[in-house]
């Protein structure tokens, strides 16, 4: 028999400090749910293959895109279409639920600094 | 130029009030976000291609499994594996975010009277 158990948000964000580097909570399929805390200006990126959902659980992210920018607060998400450069900025710590393809880099097409190890479980 | 907007869970599950009817919010390729009202007792059912993620954002959501139950709070979440049979129970409303494929369908192979019609957007 399989031992099935929710995921607490918080919970397992408190496991965690480590700025940019998404953990891993669950999988849906070949989906996965992420974690991350952000803080600072991200890189400029795209991912040309998949969308991206990004559910903000606190603080505020701003996605900057090519001609615009998304303000998200606790409570709201938004989905960045695939091949659509975006920048993720935070000018305060935020917390953010990312649901993606596995395999997806955070850095996206982008080489940096701020590439995070992939399939990270937390 | 796409004019791009975040979007708001609670201003979305402000403009229905019907219970057992999930409503489209957004799509990440070929996955639907969508928001749904629970309260009793949903039918017995499966899905047999596909895993389901529930996100609990207010209230309690009880899921039956076959051997046990997994209780979601508000901020927890549950992936319900493909090919298991489940029941949503509530007690009182609660309010969930659902994650799955576009084209299932709410009561997955159960014919039922609370099998909702698909791709409701609000």
């Avoid at 031992?3 to 953990?23: C, G, M, Q, T, Y």
């Avoid at 400029?44 to 607060?73: M, N, Y």
Wanted: with cysteine; glycine share 6%.
């Amino acid at each position: 028999m399989t031992e099935h158990r929710s995921i607490n948000l918080s919970d397992k964000l408190s496991l965690f400090r480590d700025l940019w580097s998404p953990r891993v909570i669950a999988e849906l399929n070949d989906y996965q749910v992420k974690l991350a805390k952000l803080q600072g200006e991200f890189v400029w990126h795209q991912h040309e293959h998949t969308d991206e959902l990004f559910i903000c659980l606190k603080g505020v992210l701003r996605i900057e895109l090519p001609d615009s920018a998304v303000e998200l607060h606790a409570g709201e998400l938004f989905v960045v279409p695939r091949g659509v450069e975006h920048r993720p900025v935070a000018n305060e710590e935020c917390h953010v639920m990312l649901i993606e393809p596995k395999g997806v880099i955070n850095t996206g097409d982008t080489q940096s600094g701020l590439s995070a190890p992939n399939d990270q479980w937390i």
